[in-house]
């Protein structure tokens, strides 16, 4: 269940991406997406008290790497708010150079997201937690 609505927020990312040239429907389509996330994370963290399982040390080491990688997603979300609201303010402002190759980051890290989320393809799934 994590895992399909993970890949359809990936999926809505890209959809996003590819709707680059018209602002009018790549700003709420990438807003929708950055909050889809957050929800995702928040939902993680109520159903599955994720911050506690991870503080406590004891997981596979891969699940940490899991958690880094995400953790610098939601910092590149940030920048794509950020960078994004400034070109909206004046499209020839030259963050646009920022705002594209941060863009390539987030959807390589959002695909190592998913890639690496516990019980899927690389990552042992946790004890006794949904997948
Ligand atoms: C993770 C989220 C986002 C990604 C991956 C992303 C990606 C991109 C990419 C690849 C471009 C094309 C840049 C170029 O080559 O010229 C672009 C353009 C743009 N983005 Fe984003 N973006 C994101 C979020 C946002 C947000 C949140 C906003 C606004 C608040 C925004 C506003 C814009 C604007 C105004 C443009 C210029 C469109 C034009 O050419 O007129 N983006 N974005």
């Given at each position: 269940m994590l895992v399909a609505v993970s890949s359809a927020i990936v999926a809505l990312l890209l959809i996003g991406v590819s709707l680059r040239r018209s602002p009018k429907r790549h700003v709420p389509v990438m807003l929708a997406t950055i909050v889809s996330d957050l929800a995702l994370v928040g939902w993680i963290e109520i159903s599955a008290r994720a911050v506690e399982k991870a503080a406590s040390?004891?997981?596979?080491w891969g699940i940490y790497v899991h958690i880094g990688i995400a953790t610098l997603c939601i910092l590149g979300y940030v920048l794509a708010i950020v960078t994004g609201t400034k070109l909206l303010r004046d499209p020839a402002s030259p963050v646009r150079r920022i705002h594209r190759a941060n863009a390539i980051a987030v959807v390589l890290l959002r695909l190592s997201v998913l890639a690496t989320?516990?019980?899927?393809?690389?990552v042992p799934a946790i004890p006794g937690s949904a997948s």
């Open positions: 040390g004891t997981l596979h989320t516990p019980g899927f393809l690389i």
